[in-house]
């Protein structure tokens, strides 16, 4: 936590304080070069970064010393001379506690290395609780996480359902009952740590730019849940909107003729695509009917998302959510009715795929919110 | 234009250059803060881009050496104490030579000021030219307007029809025999000057989130003329897209069973809303049938739009076109069909309007590519 000075009272020099930006400025850029593309010498990061020799001596000796970066001995091979040392990002330096909210009746949580990989799980009942009941709920399970961690916590990351606000305000989410409450600052009190809350699927986009295959820097995530969200990372960087509400068209009108949604309208993209709307739709049909009907939804999806994809000119759009319903015949579908809707110049480079991070994809996008924050890392 | 050192030999030590990337990166601090904010003292200076006093009065000092900042007297109005002094960005210390090639048959181009005025224009027939011969055309233009221009000429901006990649190559725009041309390279081999080369509209975006009245920093401009292409501004920033094509919906199926394109497929947003194609629609209808069929093309935009606006949470939606075709009911019709397609917290707060810079729009962009490139300003 930081040492506040007193009040009035400038705890360093403006020229100082300048100083030290840019020397955080200069870690970040080396903690991204030894995040994205692994183990290196001090000589690679001084050519990668446009650092000099000495500052990155300096800096890698101080990010060796919090224990973020090691040292990995000689470079392997033969060459002439004295072979370069390696120093590589510390997988095992700290721990991400991480939060999914957006799951149907339970929150998930879960500490989670900064190379993403989940070490540790747990999860609560909401058992109905809503409002101040559900931040305790939520403040409860990362309590229980921060004590179960065997190494530092960098900070404290949240996926949430609803629109959220970039200072971790939950503006709307009516099945948690929060309207307009401050999640982040709720945790950062009282767990004393830094916290990072963004909407769920924002939080998939990134854990899928930074740790799934679509690292591109241009890709939709569509999680299809009870509801219908999507994230979006565009030039390498998370959209928030102009009202923090980038990615919510579950309850866009793409059928005017389609069926009633429970907000009152017809034809929003949740009638056509949320998981009790695709089940209720197949289940108890025979494999090939079932098969068209969910081709049948792909084809309609394709027709929605055409003039998003173009527009965007994306090189991903993944699909997060069951398996069971979304690979296979509606994943083919939406692909071939984007292909046969968009120029070639765009719908030939684009991929389709379902999501290989599963279910975790918003717990590890999550720890992405934290890395990013923290260290500058993505 | 730089002065390149001896191969192998570095002009100054790296932690020099270190420095001037500092200083670069704060003199552009101030000048978007004075062309943003307006004018104000060194010390509000200070307060707002958190540089210190000693810093600002440095940094400003040579401003007003290179004639970019001027100085403008004491603050009006009476408080105690020594009046401060107040510095503006100088709207005269340059011009910017601008050029819009995406006009059916002419190339036009124009002095600009820093301002976004129009200081003067000029304007060449392609009468067929194509390929390196449309690239001589341009250049004598440019040519042209250099030898015009009674200040400093701080760079050339051009907004180009189709693709056009980062370093200013044109990949593919047809009408000019241009494919993989680099326009960027070949204007600045001739001229000897800073050019900028962007998609008409994209650079239509830029000129109105800069000059406009659509600043929230999250809109997208639909230019309708002889195609249909898009330019968006997202978080402030110009979207490129995984292939330089963002914005490139004109050739989006948006409804298959609409009218043939050139393209060789069915249903293309150009087949809805391309200048040729509206004015086939309409002319000869009388005053209601036309409003009618202008109303019908509305909704029809209304409902391709919905998902782009609902997934990027737009702020400004701005067409930009023939006002005798576009404003009124085509207009209205669209945003009546966006608001019915959007939730209420994306709907409510969109503004969809026509463009009041007119066919300047891309002139006054092409400005805002060379302002950014040079100064750090937008």
């Known amino acids: 936590m930081t040492q506040l000075s007193a009040p009035g009272r400038p705890l360093r020099p403006r020229g100082k304080l300048l100083q030290e930006d840019a020397r955080r400025h200069h870690r970040a850029l080396l903690l991204q070069s030894l995040f994205r593309d692994g183990p290196a010498s001090r000589a690679d990061l001084a050519r990668a970064t446009g650092l000099t020799r000495v500052t990155v001596s300096d800096l890698v000796g101080g990010l060796v010393e919090e224990g973020l970066v090691e040292e990995l001995g000689a470079r ?18 700290a721990d991400v506690v991480c939060l999914d909210l957006s799951a149907d009746g339970r929150v998930c949580g879960a500490l989670v290395a900064p190379t993403g990989r989940v070490r540790l799980r747990r999860s609560a009942a909401v058992k109905g609780r809503r409002g101040d009941d559900a931040v305790a709920l939520v403040l ?23 629109v959220v606000d970039p200072g971790g305000t939950v503006l709307d989410a009516p099945n948690l009952g929060w309207h307009g409450t401050p999640l982040s600052r709720a945790l ?6 830094p916290v990072h809350v963004a909407n769920d699927a924002n939080t998939a986009a990134l854990g899928e730019h930074t740790f799934g ?3 591109s820097g241009h890709l939709m995530v569509l999680r299809v849940g009870t509801g219908v969200g999507a994230g979006l990372v565009l030039g390498g960087a998370l959209l928030h909107g ?13 059928d005017e003729d389609g069926e009633e949604c429970a907000c009152g309208r017809t ?6 695509l949320a998981v009790p709307r695709l089940r209720a739709r197949v289940d108890g049909l025979d494999p090939a009917a079932r098969a068209d009907a969910l081709a049948g939804t792909g084809r309609r999806l394709g027709a929605a998302l055409a003039p998003v994809v173009g527009a965007l000119n994306l090189r991903h759009l993944v699909l997060s959510g069951p398996p ?13 009715a984007l292909r046969r809707r968009l120029m070639p110049v765009v719908g030939d480079d684009l991929v389709l795929r379902t999501s290989d991070l599963g279910e975790d994809v918003v717990l590890v996008g999550a720890a992405v919110l934290v890395l990013n924050a923290e260290l500058g890392v993505s």
Chains 1, 2 share one sequence.
């Open 242 to 254: 102009h009202g923090s509400a980038a990615g919510e068209v579950g309850h866009v009108v793409v």
């Open 267 to 272: 034809g929003c993209l949740e009638t056509l």
């Open 213 to 215: 295959r679509a690292d």
């Open 188 to 193: 950062h009190e009282r767990l004393g740590l």
């Open 76 to 93: 392997p091979g033969g060459r002439v001379g004295k072979p370069a040392t390696l120093v590589g990002f510390a997988p095992d330096a």
């Open 140 to 162: 409860r399970l990362a309590r229980d996480l921060v004590a179960l961690a065997e190494r530092p916590v960098l900070g404290v990351g949240v996926g949430s359902p609803g």
């Open 324 to 336: 069971d319903l979304l690979d296979g015949p509606l994943a083919g579908a939406t692909a071939d």
